[in-house]
């Protein structure tokens, strides 16, 4: 069925041309429409115009007011006219062997769509276990189905009721035929077509049971409606299933029955055909293709934008828009104001755009909105979602506690914290212990906090108590999660019951955004909703009034954790969130292109006016192909494109347009849309390329430098105590030790699943302090095979302690458990050779502190953690008593070569020449009494790689840090050098400006 032509010999053309006030021309339309009514024999009151948008009612109803006067005809949009007649329709009673088939009508609501189509096809067995076997696919069928569906009842609707029966006829017909040439009634796309059949079932069984339009074609008819019809169309395509679609219907309905109808087609006079041009030139009142003084038709031209990116788009898109503010806020003592328009084709660079405008101060009025699940709102639900998973990582609980919807004040008296306690200030203290702990599940706290270990008394009273508050918000989500039956309705009452909990229920009524999230999951019907099995009858019985339709489509609806998330981000996305207009009449208007016609702008801006978007034959996907769209009169991607062109056309005879478009999209390059040139044939000043409209700003370069702070003067000065990491970030490189150590800055450890190398050696050190302690303990000499028995058990121990057998790091540490009885047999092996050269452990983990004497006369604290020292007496030499030799070793993984070579690079080995020095130091030991040395920890063979004449290695380290110390005292600069391998992977290189200067640069200012 051809929808435009529905009313063949009453279509009159409405011809706009460019320059041309568009309040002239909607009073001359507005002249015309009532001699017509007039010649009809109707008073203007009684007859009834139907407008495209509701944009233009303003528009049309003060053009008839200033140029016909008395009383104004109806004006109003079909949605406008079906809502005022509402009273008059009976909703459906869904019920019988119709609901044994299927769940509910079509009612256009996705939300309610896709619930009623999953519970009929899910009353099927087959589909049941499809939807076990493959949620993911049965999702993508449901959707399907549902947009067909919806498509059809679209088409429907814009039929008069009796014609329905016929062209679902058709319609069956028709797919009756596809599934023949499909070929067999099994295989490939056989599935497809039956659910297809369903959908085409559903819709017809919808269509019998009537729509709320039905009122509208009833009033078509009705001697007490409205005597005539206008409908008023921009552009002659009008999409099946559209609202367009429904008021020619209407009218071709209000034809048949003998009422005097009239379609007014409003067409730019570069589009119109040559017939209707000279059709509506015959009256000279209803033509605006040309100025009437001279007769010749204006020139229109558009202003064209070339960007370099989305970002450039954008910018150089507000500031056109912001250049048309100023020019009629100049101007608007001389002229009528009117907003600018800035057409949303591509909604990121509009959005951008948006952002730009308002910090200018700009008043904005936004048609177009964008999806709900965008907004700081939605989060909301999508981040208390995931933190209420009982398997959450730390990280999704934190960002939840940190979201600032949250209200802490709502349980301050469960708390152990003190009244004035923030919520800000208690997540941060949970975060850093968690951080610190490398906690990377933050609901197994419950089973810390419950042992009565040292780490659970670490944690800090206000960390722990917004732990245990957050855990009983969520506690109705996570029972739901463990809860392998549950449905929707129990899922939403523990959302709201958790949201009511936390303090998020009232943050989001007192915001626009999150009411719109709160109605859209329909989180109100649960205020005192009770449980319920869905049961109607047995509800009765028990005197229980029966659940609301909503709720007794989420009692049967079942749903995992899983699939809960994936419907919320659904509904979400489907519903736009559009804040509020300003008060006053706005400077820049937000719309699309089909909003933007037939309205008057002082100006447009049309950013992504480029061949992927502008002109582009849309995709349509789904299972309703091309053809047999086509051949069922449903809309396809031609007539949208058609239609997106004829609203162009009307949008180009605005006074001055400006087009951008980007040359590129990432790699691929991009033309301007061919449509411009389509528009501007035979006319080439019509298309006029403009300049960037950002006002340029001379800045003066300014080079970064390489940073050289120096401490003279400075709020911050050298710190007490030096540890050897920070005296080899000094000697390494200078910025790194003042970023580090003097200013004391640290990157925040990531809360991530999986072990680093830190975190081996960490678990590695507290093994082998242990099973020293153990062994140390040991009544008797023990053998061999039982020091790796203890080795073992203590590695055990330790690994439950620190979380490395939980279930977020088990599967990582597998890798390092299945290499630990290598690993206790080498290191038993070479301790047992090393205590029978007659070593013996002295101590472990060892906190030593020395102070070294300045030139100046002060001390500086020399501190370290000693990982071993061991001890061995051996003769002195000339005769007298033996003497004790003390040998510090330092624990190492990694790679052995490279850390022979830092052993034996002498006064460049910093770490151990500074233990060497502390353990010179303790119990009056001499430099020559002391030698260090690196025990490589390897499965295959653990042995010490000693550092050689450590002595004079640590005497050089003292000398030169007290050389070092003096002279950054005296204000010597601790520039930043740029180079060497601790430069690629240095935490303050962002700070320093590293890849802004080269070393060159670094050494010609020093």
Known sequence: MDVANLLPGLTQPWVWGPGVAPQQVWRDWALQTSAWLQGQGVEARDACVVLPVGAVLSQARQ????????????IDTIAGLIDGLAW???????????????????????????????????????????????????????????????????????CAPEARSARVEAWRALMSEAQGQGGASHGPGHREALLLAWALEWSAASAQQGFASDAVFACAVDRAGPAAWVAVNAGDTVAPGSEGA??????????????????????????APADAVDGALADSSFDHSSDRSSGKPPSPSVTLLACADTLDEARQAAAAALQAVNAVRANAWNCAAHPVALIALDRGVVRHA?????EMGVSLADETGWRLSTTRAATVCSRLLAASNPRASTD???????????????????????????LDDAVGQLEAWCRQHGLVQAWGLGAVMASPSGLARSLPVEGAAVWRWAQAAVAPLQAMW??????????????????????????????????????????????????????????????????????????????????????????????????APPEGAPDVVITTLARAVLRPFSAVVMPGADERQLGALPNSPGWLGQRLREAMGLSTAVQLREAQWEALGLLLTQPEVTCLHRRAQGSETLEPSPWLTRWAQGRPDAVLHGTDPREALAVAAAPVTVPAPSLVGAPVGLPARVSATSYEQLRQCPYRFFAATVLGLRQADELEEGLEASDYGIWLHEVLRRFHEARSQALAFSQADEDVAQWLAVAREVSVDLGMGGEGQRAHFLPFAAALPALARAYVGWLRTHEADGWAVRATEQSITRALALHDGSALQLYGQLDRIDVRHEPAGDGQARREVRWVLDYKTGNAESLRLRAQSGSEDTQLAFYAALGADAQGHTGDQVRAGYVHLDPKAVKVLEHPDVADSAEALLQGLASDWQRLREGSPLPALGEGPVCGHCHARGLCRRDHWTPEEARDGQ
């Open 246 to 271: 429904l008021t020619l219907a209407v009218l071709a309905h209000a034809a048949a029955h003998g009422k005097p109808v009239r379609r007014v087609v409003a067409r730019p006079s570069a589009l």
């Open 396 to 422: 999704e609980v934190l960002d939840w506690l940190k979201s600032g919807w949250l209200r802490w004040d709502a349980a301050q008296d469960a708390t152990q914290c003190g009244p004035h306690t923030h």
């Open 88 to 158: 008059s329709h009976t909703p459906p009673v869904w019920g019988g062997a119709l609901a044994e088939v299927f769940a509910g009508p079509v009612t256009l609501d996705s939300v309610w769509d896709r619930l009623h189509a999953r519970h009929s096809l899910q009353a099927q067995a087959w589909a049941k276990q499809w939807s076990r076997r493959d949620p993911r696919g049965f999702e993508f069928a449901l959707d399907q189905v549902v947009d067909a569906a919806q498509a059809w009842t679209r088409a429907l609707q814009g």
């Open 482 to 579: 463990r809860d392998r039956r549950g449905n929707l309705a129990g899922w939403l009452q523990a959302l709201h019951a958790t949201m009511a909990a936390c303090g998020a229920q009232a943050s989001l009524c007192e915001d626009a955004a999150g009411l719109l999230v709160w109605e859209a999951l329909r989180l109100g019907e649960f205020e005192a909703a009770p449980a319920s099995t869905g049961d109607a009858s047995a509800e009765a019985a028990q005197g229980r009034a029966p659940a609301s339709g909503w709720l007794a489509v989420c009692q049967r609806t079942r749903m995992d954790g899983a699939a809960l998330q994936r419907w919320v981000r659904e509904v979400l996305e489907e519903v736009t969130f559009r804040p």
């Open 354 to 358: 948006r952002a730009l405008l308002e």
């Open 63 to 74: 053009a008839w007011a200033q140029a016909v006067g008395g009383w104004l005809p109806r």
